[in-house]
């Protein structure tokens, strides 16, 4: 019986030859197949409508905040921001909150044009898999209070 306690013991010890192995990236977050990016826009009754936009695929919040920027004027829906030459938005992913870089000034949008950028920017985070719970900032090119500003969209909820 003396024999067999220390057979036991590394047998124990050795465990079943699985070791530990470290932990590896899982790479980008699936995004399927989409049929395109809903951006948020204004009718004529000056109400924030999702509007599907067929781009073949579902891309990212800086795509989608990119196309619309660039929603031409003079539709039945529209956007409350001014038109720019410059599209691109950086987007920063913080715990909880999604921060937008815009290259516009608190005066080249109207409080329904915030409300656009920031519905636009949670929809495209949500439709890839993230948090309904995610809030958005938006900073604009000269610091204003509203830049501090966590927001959610009042078109997705919380489920």
Known sequence: MKRIWPAVAVFLL????????????????????AP?????LVDA????RPELRRTGHLGSISDALA???SVP???DLHTEIAPTPVTRVYVTPTTGVLQLSVPLTIHDVTPLG????????????VQAGGDRNTKVQV???????ESDRARTCPLITAR
């Open 45 to 48: 009754h000056e109400q924030l």
């Open 73 to 75: 004027s003079g539709s």
């Open 114 to 125: 915030i409300d656009q950028l920031v519905c636009t920017a949670l929809g495209a985070h």
């Open 14 to 33: 050795a465990g079943c030859g699985v070791r530990p192995s470290e932990a590896t990236d899982g790479g980008e977050a699936p995004t399927g197949l």
């Open 67 to 69: 196309l619309l920027l």
């Open 139 to 145: 900073r604009f090119v000269q610091p204003t209070p």
């Open 36 to 40: 395109g990016m809903t951006l948020y």
